[in-house]
C-alpha cells in the first residue's frame, strides 16, 4: 500500500527575473511550405479569409458578414492584411508558467479504455485473483486486444453464444487476423477469454452492483473538492481508527480494513485497490502538473525535443526543419498507439490577468475600456455589440484572453466553449497549430461517435464531454459521417470558432497563442440552449443567462440588435410565466411572492446591484428569476428540483419571483429600445422613499446615480433632479435664515 502523503504544490515564483525571449528566435512570420501530400484522413480544409483593411475594421462585424458560410466548418482561419501588426508586448523576463503532462497514448479515447481495461484485467489478477499474468498471449506476433476481444464477445451474445454458434473464427476475422490458421486462431482467443477475460468479467458483474461510494463529482469542477480525503473512510464516513486504513494505491482514498467487503484481516502490506478502481467506478484522467519554465527555457526543452524525435524515434530526412505533414501523421500514430509512450508538456489555459497579455495594454476606466486595435483580444469581449458587456458578475474566465504555450504534440483535445460562446484565437508567433473542427450542426452526432466508440469512459464519466482530455481521431468521426474540417495556424493568423462548433488540435512545435471567447447577439439562442444544456446535466453555468438578457433589455443597444434581443428576452417572459403557472397547477399549495430584500441596505452599498447569485442546490443552475425555499434551509431550489430542498410539507415552502408579470411584460417592451421602462429601479425608488432610514435627499440621490449606470431614461429622472434641486434650495435658504 501506498503511505499516506500530503500533497504540497509549489508557488509560482514572480520575483525571479530570467533572460527575455528573443524574438528573433522564434518564426513571426506566416509563409508556409506547400504540403507534398493530402491531408492525413482524407480531411478537408476549412475556409481561409483574407478581409481588406476596409473589412478588417470591426472583428464582429466582419465574423457576422462571414458567418453563413463560415459557420459552416465550425472553425474558420483570418488572415489580416499585410500591414497588420500588434506587436509582442509581454515581459518575458518575468513572465513564467507551469506546464501539464500529456500522455499520448492516453488521449484518445478508445486507446485510453483499452489501456484503462488492461490495467484493470491485471490488477485483478495479480491482487484478487493472487496470479498476475506473466505475459498477454500473442497471436500472429502482436500481444492480442484482450478489450477488443471482450467487446466482439459481449457484441455476439457472450462467451455461451459464441462457442455454441462457433463464431470464435467469425470473432478472428473481425480482429484482423489471417483465414489461414483458422483452427488455431478460435483456440487461442478461446483461450486467452476463459483464462484472462472471463474471471474478470465474472467478478466485475458480481461486483458492479456493489460500489462503495457515488461516482465521484466532474473532476474539473473547480468547486468540488479534488482532494482525496485522507483520514474519512469512505465507506463509513468515520474518522479514527486510523491503523486499521488502508490507503487504495490508484485513488488515494482510505478504507477501514474492516469496512470493505469482503473485509480484510490486517492492513495488506502489498499493492491495494478499491472496489471502485477495480471496477472502473472512479477515474481521473486529468493532465498531471509538469515543470516551471521561462520562455526562454521552455524554447529549449521544445528544440530539443522536437529534434531527438524526428532523428531518433522517427527519422526524417532533416530534423531541423519537419514537414507538417509528417508532423501531423506522426502526432496521430502516437495518439493512436497504445503501446508507444510519449510524453509532453504544454502551457495552457494561462489567465491573462495573472500573466498578463501578448498583446498592447489597454486603458479600463470607469466608462470601460480604451484602445485602437479592436482585434486586440482584450478588446473584443467589451467591444460594444458584444454582450458580455452586460454581464456584471465576475466571468472574468470568460472576459479576458487566456494563453496557451505549445510544444511539439502537445494538444488541446475535443471541446466546445462554455455556453457555446464563439473563440477567437491569436497566434503571436512560434511554429504552426493544426486544429480539427466539427461544424456545431454535427454536435449531436459527434456527440453520440464519442459516445459509442468510448462507451465504458461514459460510463465511468458521465460528464467526459465538458472535460478537456479525450481525443477521438477525425477518421473515426469522418467513418461515421461527422463533417469534420482542418486548418493550419501560422503566426499572425487568427483562427474563429463558431458557437457549439466542438475543435481540438495540437503544436507542431513551440508556439504562444491567446484566445478569449466572445458573444454578439446571435449567440443568444445558443447560449440559452447551453443553458437547458447544463441544467440537464447539472452542471455549474459561468454565469446566468436570464440575468444577462435582463441586464442587456434595459440598456439601449445598436438598433440593427434590437430585434435579436427582443425576440430573447420575449421568449424568457414566455418561458417564466410558463413554468410559474404549470408550478401552480401542480403544486397550488404553495405560495408564490414578489421576493422583496429584507437588507435594502446592504444592497445599496455592496457593488453587486444585485441579490447575491442563488444556485438551486441540485442542479447549480442560477435560480434569478424565480426559485423554492423552505424556513428549514437556507438553500435553494429551482421550480424543477424543488422536491429536493428538503422533505418537509409543500405548504411550509415558498416560491420567490424577482419580477411581477407586468415587469416581465415591461422588460420585453422595452428591451433593446430607447426611453427603457426601468421597472427594477422604480421599484426600488419607491422602497427607499418610504425607508425611514434614508433622508429623501440621500434616496434620491442613490436612485439618480444608479440611473446613470443603469442607463435609466431621462423620462423618469427629469421629476427626481427637480425635487432634488428643491431640496438643495430649501437647505441653502433654511442655512442663510440661521446665520
Ligand atoms: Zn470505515
Ligand atoms: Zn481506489
Ligand atoms: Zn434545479
Ligand atoms: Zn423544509
Redesign the pocket.
Known sequence: MKRISTRSTTAIKTDHRSQPLDLSTVRTTNEKIPRTRKRIFGLQEAPIYYPTTEEFKDPIQYIQKIKPEAEQYGIIKIVPPKEYEPGFCLNTEIFRFRTRIQKMNSMEGATRANLNYLDKVQKFHRVLHGKPISRIPVLDKRPIDLYRLKNDVAEKGGFQKVCDEKQWAEIGRSMGYSRQQCTSMSNALKKAYMQIVMPYEHWLAKHKARRSTPLRKDTNDENSDNEPSQELCEICREEGNDDNLVV?D????AYHIFCVEPPLATVPSHEW??I??LTGA?GDYGFEDGGEYSLPEFHAFCDKFKKRWFSKEKPVKNPDVVAEEDCEDEFWRLVDNPHETCEVEYGADLHSNHHGSGFAPIERGPDGVKGDDPWNLNMIPVLPSSLFTHIKTDISGMMVPWLYIGMCFSAFCWHNEDHFTYSINYMHWGETKTWYGVPGEDTTKFEDTMKKAVPELFEQQPNLLFQLVTMLSPGRLLKEKVRVYAVDQRPGEFVVTFPKAYHSGFNHGFNFCEAVNFAPVDWLHYGLECAKRYKDHRRQPCFSHDELLVNIAKMEVPSENVKWIKAAVSDMEQRELGDRKRFKQQHPSIKQQLSVTKDSNDILFSNDLDQEHLQCLACHCYTYLSYVTCPCTKKVACFEHFDELCKCKESSKLVHLRFSEDELHSLVEMAGGKGNHPSEWLRRAKARLSDDNLTTEEALRMQLKEAKTEGVSKYYTWEMERTLASLKEWEAQASTLLD
Open positions: 487504495c490508484d485513488c488515494d482514498r485497490y478499491c471502485d478502481c472512479s
